[in-house]
């Protein structure tokens, strides 16, 4: 398994995200609970011990920079970063590098300088030759301060001599530069420590004064190079021919040798994926600023940190050369939980390894930069993603947020001020009109009788007021399927061998409908949250389905559409009960048992009861959770079969407190379920306190729902306010409505 490739990675929600991780060894079973329960983060006892005056943490976003091949290893690349596009298009980059045998680099020993200035000196050239003359005893002098970096293999190695006129004064100075090897540490406070050190057996030696005693973030004796070759034919795109491609690079690269003013934006694109790795791994993102910017200017004129050129076979070779002086150990690291989880999914052996992958991941962005400006242009490749950070920054509420983001980029005009405008605009609409779309499908809670139900027992389901709402229009050619608020925007592959997951159950309705050769726009609208609990898959296949018998007037059965679903259900989940996809075709609440004859019997409700649905901050998984129950039941399946009996029991009665309107008896049934539910391992730490939330501030019972392992929650209560504004205080949002016949 190539530990670095990860298909489909960025289509997957976070929880299955960490999986994937775990599951290629990448992390340990500690460091994938700390990421599951997001632990991982500094706390803020630990950052008033790192600053002065602290008032909080900022919170900043870690992707993984996937496909790397450096030197012929595989490495998956933790990044800090939160300007859209940077991890996806050096990911890209870094996929296409492997077909050229990915990055190469080598790096120069791990030398930092340090520099002691010294000025009143009375015979400059006398002082300098008498400090070469006793360079020895300096150097033993410097490393006697830190013998155990020495017996490391690191230490104070050499030093060189420079003078300067002082422009203010009418005297020369004279800098000593001590270059030191500090192996996998920084070395910022061990370099100043030497300077400090040895200060005054310079001054005896040149009769001078001492002054500035300090390191140089100009680190030219750490320089790291790495080179990565395209295949001519890796260059096609869609619209441009290969040599269009690597000759509008060259022309790029050539702009930016030549231009201070293109240099600077392009080496800025460098040092955004090297910046965002340095932040991951806890190093000193400015101080490599510093240099790198140094360095662009050692020739005079500032130039480009890179370059693009044409070998003899045609094929595209990039190059880059920049000062890197990192560190993977020492108390400013190992200080912050989430940098030391992010060195161990590098799985690095030295410094210098881990300023050649820096090296490899600013070529590979500066690539994808010069690519997307020869071809679409820059913004193009990340036009949603801005368009999600403006509708933040234009402070969308949460309930509005995917509205606006709709609006937004519909309208083409990605400006805050307008993100603005259209939320005014929401805020004043009338509901939405439900004839406006050719299906609208609610989603749905299992308020008794979740897993069991798979295994031929009792559920009740009630539809909840989120929603899917589908278009269709005709296109030329292919199947375009747009989900904006789940980032959701491909084309349906047509060969089956060639299909992601998540295109199979779209790919099957359109086969099975016989709509497969069209070509056609899906467009979704989705109030469902990804990873919830709330039948999103089974909502989207009805909605596409209904939606799709609506605009071609193929006069599908309500039972027609149940059983197409239950067929796409079966490819997310594997082996579904059939409940989400029946009350999603039937939209009312429903008591479900499936079997030989399954039934579908409607829920009769004499009066309207108050639920609140919750959500928790990790998405869950159904297939997984189902998996893990099946698995458990094969292991001892007498054991197994009695929790789902005693589930079963327990729906019955909550099917008695519904109707006789007994909110105590059902709340009390809902907590002996969640029990069982506990037994059956499918509850999370965050669920169970987000239930004793619910419970303590007057729940009559509360339990997750749905496949657990994350998701949401339900509570059922006389007072539904009273449990919003204690999810509200805890920071877990929340919506009310009414369990009713839909008559």
Aim: with cysteine.
């Amino acid at each position: 398994m190539d530990k670095s490739r990860i298909p489909n990675f960025y289509k997957m929600p976070i929880s299955e995200r960490l999986d994937a991780v775990y599951e290629r060894g990448l992390i340990s079973k500690k460091d994938y609970r700390l990421l599951k329960n997001q632990q991982q983060q500094l706390d803020i006892n630990s950052a008033d011990k790192m600053i002065e005056n602290v008032i909080g943490v900022m919170g900043m976003p870690i992707g993984l920079g996937l496909n790397f091949l450096i030197n012929d290893k595989e490495y998956v690349i933790p990044m800090a970063v939160e300007e859209p596009s940077i991890v996806a298009a050096l990911s890209a980059a870094a996929k296409i590098s492997r077909s050229g045998g990915g990055f190469k680099t080598e790096c120069t020993d791990p030398i930092l300088t340090g520099q002691i200035q010294v000025v009143a000196i009375k015979n400059l050239e006398q002082a300098r030759n008498d400090l070469l003359s006793r360079k020895q005893e300096i150097i033993d002098l410097a490393n006697s301060f830190h013998p155990r970096m020495v017996a490391r293999g690191g230490g104070a190695i050499d030093f060189s001599i420079m003078t300067y006129p002082m422009e203010s004064f009418d005297e020369e100075m004279l800098v000593l530069n001590i270059n030191v090897n500090t192996q996998d540490a920084m070395g910022a406070n061990l370099v100043n420590g030497m300077c400090e050190g040895i200060a005054p057996l310079i001054e005896s030696i040149t009769e001078g004064k001492v002054f500035l005693r300090i390191l140089s973030n100009l680190t030219d004796q750490s320089i790291a190079r790495g080179t990565m070759r395209i295949p001519l034919n890796r260059l096609s795109k869609e619209g441009y021919d290969p040599e269009q491609i690597r000759d509008g690079i060259i022309i790029a690269s050539d702009f930016a040798k030549a231009d201070p003013y293109r240099a600077s934006t392009h080496n800025k694109g460098i040092m955004n994926g090297i910046d965002a790795v340095a932040l991951a791994t806890g190093n000193d993102w400015r101080a490599i600023e510093a240099g790198a910017h140094a360095y662009a200017s050692r020739h005079g004129r500032y130039s480009s940190l890179s370059e693009w050129k044409k070998d003899k076979n045609g094929d595209l070779i990039g190059t880059i050369e920049i000062p890197l002086k990192v560190g993977i150990v020492g108390a400013p690291i190992e200080s912050n939980p989430a940098v030391a989880l992010n060195l161990r999914i590098m799985n690095l052996d030295s410094a210098t390894e881990l300023s050649g992958v820096m090296a490899a991941v600013g070529l590979a962005q500066n690539f994808s930069a010069l690519k997307a400006l020869s071809t679409d242009g820059i913004q193009k490749g990340h036009m949603t993603l801005h368009a999600r950070n403006v509708v933040k920054a234009a402070d969308a509420p949460h309930e509005l947020f995917d509205d606006v983001l709709e609006e937004l980029l519909v309208s083409g005009e990605i400006k805050v001020w307008k993100a603005r405008e259209i939320v005014q605009n929401l805020t004043k609409k009338e509901p939405i009109k439900t004839n406006e779309f050719d299906a609208v499908t609610s989603g749905k809670v299992i308020l008794l009788g979740e897993h069991s139900v798979v295994y031929g027992r009792h559920a009740i389901a009630v539809p909840v007021p989120l929603n899917i709402r589908v278009n269709i229009e005709e296109a030329d050619e292919g199947v375009l399927l747009m989900i904006p608020s789940w980032g959701v925007e491909y084309h349906l592959d047509k060969k089956p061998e060639e299909r992601q997951s998540f295109e199979k159950p779209a790919a099957l309705i359109l086969e099975k409908m016989n709509l497969s050769n069209l070509g056609m726009k899906i467009e979704v609208f989705s109030d469902i949250p990804r990873g919830m609990g709330l039948g999103g898959s089974a909502v989207l296949a009805v909605s596409i389905i209904k939606a799709l018998n609506h605009h071609y007037k193929m006069g599908l059965s309500e039972q027609e559409i149940n059983e197409m679903a239950y067929e796409s259900e079966k490819i997310a989940h594997g082996n579904p009960s059939g409940i989400d996809n029946t009350i999603a075709t039937y939209g009312y609440p429903l008591i479900y048992r499936k079997g030989e004859n399954t039934l579908k019997e409607r829920l009769q409700i004499k009066e309207p009861l108050d639920l609140v649905l919750a959500f928790s901050k990790s998405e869950g998984l159904t297939a997984k959770t189902v998996a893990h129950v099946r698995k458990q039941w094969k292991s001892n399946q007498e054991m197994y079969e009695g929790v789902f009996d005693d589930i079963d029991a327990i729906v019955l009665k909550g099917i008695q407190a519904i109707q006789n309107n007994d909110l105590k008896q059902l709340g009390e049934l809902m907590n002996f379920n969640q029990g069982l539910l506990n037994t059956l391992q499918v509850s999370t730490p965050e669920l169970e306190r987000m239930i004793h939330v619910a419970r303590d501030a007057g729940a009559f019972g509360a339990k997750l729902t749905g496949g657990g392992g994350g998701g949401a929650m339900i509570a059922v209560s006389e007072n539904p306010e009273e449990i919003i504004e204690a999810f509200d205080n805890e920071g877990f949002k929340s919506i009310q409505f009414s369990m009713q016949d839909s008559d």
